[in-house]
C-alpha cells in the first residue's frame, strides 16, 4: 500500500501521454486516437497506448504509437487500443498497481476516452494519486453531462434511422407494426432523435412514461386515421412495459387487427464506419485534450457546445445530468398525429 511518505509524480512539463480507451465502445474512438497521437506527434511528446483499458493499465499492456502508426483508422468503428472492464480497477489495490506501471513506464499525463464509468474510475485515479487526467466522451448513448454530442452518438443515429426506413418497408407492404428496440438504459437521447427521423408514430423513452393505455389508446387514434402500419420506437431502458416482447404481447392482445413483430436492433448500432460529423468532432477534441495537459490542465472533460470546444471538471461530468430537449419532445407529438 502506498503511505503518506509517498512522493506523487507531478511533472512540470509534459513529455509522455498516455492514451486509452474503456467501456463500451464508439464510432469515433479510432479518430480521436489519431487525432491524439498525432497531436502529441505535433508537439514533439512521446504517445504510449495503453491496451484494454484501465485492466490494461494495471497490467502494463503498452505500445508506443507515431503519426503513422494511426494512418487509416479514422474511417474505423471500435477502437484498435481495445477495450475491457476491470473489476481490480476498482480496488485501491489495482489503483495502486496501475499507478506504479504509468510511473515506470514515465508517462506523465492520461488521455481518457469512454463514457461515465471511465470517467468516475479516473476521478478517483485523480484524486488518489494526483495524476493529470484529461477526459473525451465516448459513447453512443450521448449521455454525458457538459457536451451537446458524445463521439458515436451522431454515426448509432444514423444507423438506428437508416434500419427503421428499411422496417418501414416491410411493416407498410404487409400492415404490421413493429416495436422496435434502441440502446438507451437509462437516457432517451437516441429513441427521441431517431423516432423524429425516422417518421415513428410513437416513441417510449425511460424518462416519459406513457403507459401501456396511453400506448394503446394513441394507436388507436393512428389506426382510426387511416394508418395501416405504425412504427414504435422504444428505449431499452423504457418502463412502460418489463420489456418490449410484453409490450408486443399486450398491443397484439388488444388490437388484433395488427400483425405485431419486434426487431431489437441490439448492437449493431455500435457499430459501423463513423460518420463524418463524428469524424471532425473526434478530431477537435482530441487536439484539445493534449493542448490541455500541456497547459498543465487536468481532471477535466472535453466537450462541445454551441459548435465550440469547452470544458467541463471531470466530476461535474459524471455526477451531472443531461437533459433531454423538450422541445423534440413536443414535435414528436405533433408529428404522431
Do not use: W
Not at 191 to 205: T, Y
Not at 247 to 273: C, D, F, I, T, W
Amino acid at each position: 500500500m502506498l503511505t503518506k511518505q509517498t512522493h506523487y509524480y507531478m511533472p512540470k512539463k509534459i513529455k509522455k501521454i498516455g492514451l486509452m480507451t474503456s467501456g463500451g465502445d464508439s464510432p469515433g474512438m479510432n479518430a480521436a486516437i489519431r487525432s491524439v497521437v498525432r497531436s502529441c506527434t505535433y508537439y514533439r511528446i512521446d504517445c504510449i497506448g495503453i491496451y484494454r483499458g484501465f485492466q490494461g493499465m494495471i497490467e502494463g499492456d503498452f505500445i508506443t504509437l507515431d503519426a503513422r502508426s494511426v494512418s487509416g483508422i479514422i474511417n474505423k468503428g471500435g477502437t484498435i487500443l481495445k477495450s475491457a472492464r476491470s473489476k481490480e480497477f476498482r480496488t485501491k489495490e489495482g489503483r495502486e498497481k496501475a499507478y506504479k506501471q504509468l510511473i515506470k513506464a514515465e508517462i506523465d499525463a492520461v488521455v481518457l476516452i469512454g463514457g461515465d464509468g471511465t470517467f468516475t474510475g479516473g476521478m478517483v485515479f485523480n484524486k488518489e494519486f494526483k495524476f493529470p487526467l484529461v477526459g473525451i466522451p465516448g459513447t453512443i448513448d450521448n449521455d454525458i453531462f457538459g457536451t451537446s454530442y458524445t463521439l458515436g452518438y451522431d454515426t448509432a443515429l444514423n444507423t438506428v434511422v437508416e434500419s427503421i426506413d428499411k422496417i418501414r418497408d416491410t411493416a407498410s407492404s404487409h400492415n404490421r407494426l413493429f416495436f422496435v428496440e434502441v440502446m438507451g438504459r437509462d437516457a432517451g437521447f437516441i429513441a427521441l432523435n431517431a423516432g423524429v427521423g425516422a417518421g415513428a408514430e410513437e416513441i417510449l423513452i425511460p424518462e416519459e412514461d406513457l403507459g401501456l393505455e396511453r400506448m394503446l389508446q394513441s394507436l388507436k387514434r393512428s389506426k382510426r386515421s387511416g394508418k395501416s402500419s405504425s412504427i414504435v420506437v422504444v428505449a431499452e431502458g423504457d418502463k412502460t412495459g418489463k420489456n418490449v416482447f410484453e409490450l408486443a404481447e399486450y398491443v397484439e392482445k388488444n388490437m388484433p387487427e395488427y400483425e405485431v413483430r419486434v426487431s431489437v436492433l441490439g448492437h449493431m448500432q455500435r457499430g459501423g464506419s463513423p460518420s463524418c460529423f463524428d469524424r471532425v468532432l473526434a478530431s477537435r477534441m482530441g487536439v484539445k485534450a493534449v493542448e490541455l495537459l500541456l497547459d498543465n490542465q487536468t481532471n477535466l472533460m472535453v466537450g462541445i457546445n454551441n459548435n465550440r470546444i469547452d470544458t467541463t471538471n471531470l466530476e461535474k461530468a459524471v455526477k451531472g445530468h443531461h437533459k433531454l430537449n423538450e422541445e423534440l419532445i413536443r414535435v414528436s407529438d405533433i408529428m404522431s398525429i
